[in-house]
């Protein structure tokens, strides 16, 4: 009977050992792929780690703002950015903005306010960047001025002109740009490499002015 009993049993312990087994190899298989999964999360294949540094929106002569003061409705304001520089706020006069961040500007209305107002509460909102406005000329779907509301890059501005056309140099575009003298330097620009993942550095945040001339 026991040696019946054995017989019978012997293929039932084989086959726990076996599935033991493929569950232990499954186990190491999950644990395998999980840590690549995560190392291809923290540094994708084929994707440079290079980055060009972000910076925020700075105000331009042009652009228009509403200014709010919390529990001060008559303060409410609507102002655009003179040539200048400065724009106009009740109570305070002329305060300089052109070149400043909203949370500079902020900053700097508080201080001015203050005098008058205690603890001022300020919210600045843009309303319109009509005063960093860049343009592009040349082989692209739809030439002309872009006025910027954040950031924008020179692919990015490419892609908000259209893009370019079949007939574009791709790697002769330049960027024709003025300092505050008035004198211009010409910035080479390769969209084939930048599209390409290479020399990304050179995709550059542009400033209001500059043109971007596709031949």
């Not at 909203?102 to 205690?118: C, D, I, S, T, Y």
């Not at 030439?143 to 490419?158: E, F, H, K, S, Y």
Request: aromatic share 8%; net charge neutral; proline share 6%.
């Amino acid at each position: 009977m026991n040696r019946f009993f054995s017989k019978r049993m012997k293929p039932f312990l084989y086959g726990l050992r076996f599935l033991a087994f493929l569950l232990g190899c499954t186990f190491l298989l999950s644990c395998q792929w999980l840590g690549l999964a995560k190392d291809q999360t923290k540094n994708p294949a084929g994707i440079q780690t290079k980055a060009v540094a972000a910076e925020v929106y700075r105000l331009n002569p042009g652009d228009k703002l509403e200014i709010t003061v919390w529990h001060e409705d008559n303060l409410k304001s609507e102002v655009v950015v003179l040539p200048d520089g400065t724009i106009s706020f009740p109570l305070v006069g002329h305060v300089p903005a052109a070149g400043k961040t909203n949370e500079e500007l902020v900053a700097l209305l508080k201080e001015r306010l203050g005098k008058f107002v205690p603890g001022p509460e300020i919210n600045i909102r843009l309303l319109s960047a009509d005063g960093n406005t860049i343009y592009v000329v040349g082989e692209v779907g739809h030439p002309g001025a872009i006025n910027m509301t954040r950031p924008t890059d020179v692919m990015q501005a490419l892609g908000m002109a259209g893009g370019l056309t079949q007939f574009a140099k791709r790697n002769s575009i330049q960027i024709l740009r003025r300092d505050a003298g008035g004198h211009a330097k010409s910035i080479p620009f390769e969209y084939g490499d930048v599209e390409g993942g290479d020399n990304i550095e050179s995709n550059i945040l542009l400033q209001s002015g500059d043109t971007i001339i596709v031949p």
